[in-house]
């Protein structure tokens, strides 16, 4: 008898674990945030921060910790360090403990934002503020994902590293795109996601396209000058490392205000998501409204819809200042 209750020894490592869960929920945009339903269009948001820790990259950092293990690279290790200004890092640090790891550091911006990260403190993270970009160039061999890259091989230390570890992107194609799949049964035609690491969208959308290559991704990129927590510029997505390029059908650019201004009205509506979520909501709907109807044709289902699904990674609540 389960009903959703972990118990016993290894109740927290059974409750973290992405593979002892349902389905996270999928949920309809209402018509009024719309306005394309009458043209046949159906938008969704897949609410990750639904998981354990409440957001995305708590998949990969799992992911990653989960391979590391099965490889023996977690031998002797009792620290972490990555570079991140957020969900990874502190996803990592919890994980960490579940994996008999006790320590981690997180080389972050000095541009973090200030409930990031009093979130990183307040889980036990140390923190070590590095000046540089939110999205650092792993080509800069100052830049923070080098520094940890350097640290992850003294003795005792592993960096996860998230830009360069394929465990990432697997991350997606084992969980969030087969419960995409199953969850519209088949019949998702559109998928948005705002590219950082661009593992989310690398994985989701190789699972979904392997399944039906008519499936169109849109990868949703900050307008420069912009800031929008976690995801980069095209001119920054040239430094990552994941072949982005090969899955993301079109690039759409949104800037700070129509992501948090689209990500306040989802909260208004009762569905708690963050910036990087409106972000990609408001990309989408960028892309839906520019199409003219022969183009919207050609995106739609056998039945006649336009099945659009949006990655929601998190919740708004380690950003409410920036809101003001």
């Known amino acids: 008898m389960n009903h959703n209750v972990f118990s016993g020894e290894n109740s927290l490592q059974n409750y973290l674990d992405p593979d002892n869960h349902p389905p996270l929920p999928l949920v309809e945009v209402p018509s009024f945030l719309n306005p394309l339903r009458d043209r046949g269009v159906r938008i969704f948001l897949k609410l990750m921060h639904f998981l354990p820790l409440g957001n995305v990259k708590s998949l990969p950092a799992y ?31 919890v994980l960490g403990r579940s994996f008999n790891i006790p320590r981690t550091r997180a080389l972050a911006s000095h541009h973090v934002d200030h409930g990031k990260l009093q979130l990183l403190r307040f889980l036990g993270t140390e923190v070590t503020i590095i000046e540089e970009n939110i999205c650092p160039d792993p080509s800069d061999p100052n830049s923070g994902i080098n520094q940890a890259r350097r640290l992850g091989e003294t003795p005792g230390w592993m960096n996860a590293d998230q830009y360069n570890n394929e465990a990432n992107p697997e991350a997606h194609k084992q969980w969030t795109a087969p419960q995409i799949w199953k969850q519209t049964e088949g019949k998702v035609t559109l998928l948005a996601a705002g590219l950082g690491t661009t593992g989310t969208l690398c994985g989701t959308s190789a699972y979904l396209k392997s399944q039906n290559p008519k499936i169109q991704t849109l990868g949703i990129i900050r307008e420069p000058n912009n800031p929008v927590p976690g995801v980069r510029t095209e001119t920054l997505l040239n430094q990552v490392q994941f072949d982005w390029k090969s899955v993301a059908d079109n690039l759409i650019p949104i800037g700070t205000r129509p992501a948090y201004e689209a990500s306040l009205a989802l909260c208004r509506t009762g569905l708690f998501v963050g910036p990087s979520s409106g972000f990609a909501f408001a990309g989408l709907l960028k892309h839906l409204s520019s199409l003219d109807s022969s183009e919207l044709d050609q995106i739609r289902n056998e039945q006649g819809e336009v099945i659009a699904v949006a990655i929601a990674p998190d919740s708004p609540f380690p950003y409410i200042e920036e809101y003001f």
């Open 63 to 93: 992911n990653m910790l989960q391979k590391a293990r099965q490889e023996g690279k977690l031998d002797g290790v009792d620290s972490l360090v990555e570079s991140s200004s957020g969900n990874t890092a502190f996803s990592l640090a």
